[in-house]
């Protein structure tokens, strides 16, 4: 080769202008995302995130649960490719949403605000902790435009409710996202372990933990203390100041309804949409379609609530047939890929939510690192569906079941008469 052959074939990056073009250049995946939020956090915060209730099988079979479907393409023309749908009667820019996280503001000091501002700039929906680290009403002020749902933590006392309820509506809250898998804290034994507790309570492995990631330490002690502000007015004793207090607090306060009656009651109260948030039985969704209910987030909390609770993704065949076309159905747990959104759009999702990925991006950059995670999802999609056949969401929706395998159906042979080779083996061992 002459030295003009190599020169030209040279090729050496400049510096990054940009934190997104660092993450572009250094993140190809969520789980590189994932790897960048570890080294970013001590070790008991990003446990924080990434735990589940006692054994995790719940956390480990919502990853697992999507890889039991392969997608089935089809061939033909792609045009005019969108991802954009609609949920809740409101457009959205892809189908994806970023679902409530307690206590955000501990992976990133610019906590929810920055999700928020993603979330709008993304197109897409935000669901806001009643446990958030940032009031309702701060959060609605950072992203004025975004379309942004409550997460309420239900309270049997209505008194309470209702001043809830008139906050939430003031604040310009579209639609409620109602929890009905919280009766009992999980177990989440990895913070028990690491002696974690939210806010983190300083001891000498605090300091430690502190002194190895100097950036979340300066960004901790140089911002408002971690509380829980949406609490304030709602519990008598005043600000909380740990999530075990709080929990107790709302427990002792019958914070969760007790029955269905609740639900109906708060049906009647609320005007706009009702989502509700965290059921995998198909018995509970069809009550829920009966009750009025605008829709649901099947759910298992991530994994972090009751242990061997379904995936979502296991039961969503199932309560689509049952529910038939009444409520809008969303899916959260375990969802890593576009491919994966892609998946539950085609057994009959309206649309995916996710919890860690987008918490993996605030804790690596900030608003720019949420804006990473979406970017990610939504090339993945976009590219999923290229390669599956499809132009847009409704004819992914439409075509459905016909793009996708569940590993327990068996696929029809290519050739119906073709001797399985099971058989040629045996023969052939038969053969003197
Ligand atoms: C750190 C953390 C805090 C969470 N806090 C809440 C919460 O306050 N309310 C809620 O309904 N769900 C909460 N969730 C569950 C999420 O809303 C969502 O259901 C779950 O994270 C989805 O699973 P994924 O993390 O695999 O995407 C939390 C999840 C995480 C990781």
């Known amino acids: 080769m002459k030295f003009t052959d190599i020169k030209a074939l040279a090729s050496v990056q400049g510096p990054a202008r940009s934190v997104s ?17 570890a080294k970013r956090l001590p070790g008991s915060v990003f446990d924080y995130i990434e735990g589940g209730g006692e054994d995790e099988a719940s956390l480990r079979r919502n990853l697992s649960s999507f890889d039991d479907w392969s997608f089935l393409p089809k061939w033909g023309s792609v045009e005019h490719q969108t991802l954009g749908s609609t949920l809740l009667g409101g ?49 609605s002020a950072a992203a004025p435009g975004l379309r942004r749902w409550f997460n309420l933590e239900p309270t049997a006392d209505k008194g309470l409710l ?11 809250y579209e639609a409620l996202m109602v929890n009905v898998d919280c009766r009992a804290i999980g177990h989440r034994e990895r913070d028990y372990r690491n002696g974690f507790t939210a ?68 049906r009647a109260r609320w005007n706009g949409p009702i989502i509700l948030k965290g059921l995998v039985n198909p018995r509970d969704a069809v009550l829920a379609a009966e009750m009025g209910i605008d829709a649901i987030q099947v759910s298992n909390h991530g ?8 995936s ?11 529910t038939a076309g009444r409520m809008e159905i969303i ?19 309206d649309a995916c939510s996710i919890g860690r990925p987008y918490l993996y991006g605030l804790a690596a950059a900030s608003q720019a690192g949420v804006t990473h995670v979406l970017d990610l999802l939504s090339a993945e999609m976009t590219r999923t569906m290229m390669l599956l056949g499809v132009s847009t969401i ?11 395998r569940h590993r327990s159906e068996a696929f029809t042979p290519t050739h119906p008469t073709e001797t399985p080779l099971a058989e040629l083996a045996f023969a052939e061992m038969r053969t003197p």
Not at 162 to 172: T, Y
Not at 218 to 243: H, K, Q
Not at 303 to 310: I, P, T
Request: charged residues 25%; contains cysteine; negative net charge.
């Open 21 to 37: 073009e660092r993450l572009s250049r250094r993140c190809y995946s969520i789980e590189d995302m994932r790897k960048l939020a």
């Open 91 to 139: 457009p959205v820019a892809m189908p994806l949403t970023l679902s409530p996280t307690g206590g955000t503001r501990l992976f990133h000091p610019d906590g929810e605000s920055a999700v928020a501002r993603a979330a709008l700039a993304a197109g897409i929906p935000y669901g806001l902790a009643h446990l958030s680290t940032t009031t309702m009403e701060a959060v």
């Open 162 to 172: 209702q001043a809830v309820l008139d906050r939430v509506s003031n604040a310009g």
């Open 199 to 266: 806010p983190p309570s300083i001891k000498p492995k605090t300091v430690i933990e502190g002194a190895l990631h100097p950036r979340w330490a300066l960004g901790f002690l140089a911002n408002d203390a971690i509380a829980f502000p949406n609490l304030d007015a709602e519990i008598p004793e005043g600000p909380l100041s740990s999530t075990p207090d709080m929990w107790r607090t709302l427990l002792a306060g019958s914070y969760e309804p007790t029955d269905w009656d609740d639900i109906r009651d708060l």
């Open 303 to 310: 994994g972090r609530q009751l242990d061997h609770m379904a």
């Open 312 to 322: 979502p993704l296991d039961v969503l065949p199932e309560i689509v047939d049952k």
């Open 331 to 349: 899916v959260d747990g375990g969802v890593r890929r576009g491919s994966d959104v892609i998946k539950a759009l085609a057994l009959g999702a």
């Open 394 to 404: 409704a004819e992914l929706r439409e075509e459905g079941r016909d793009l996708v």
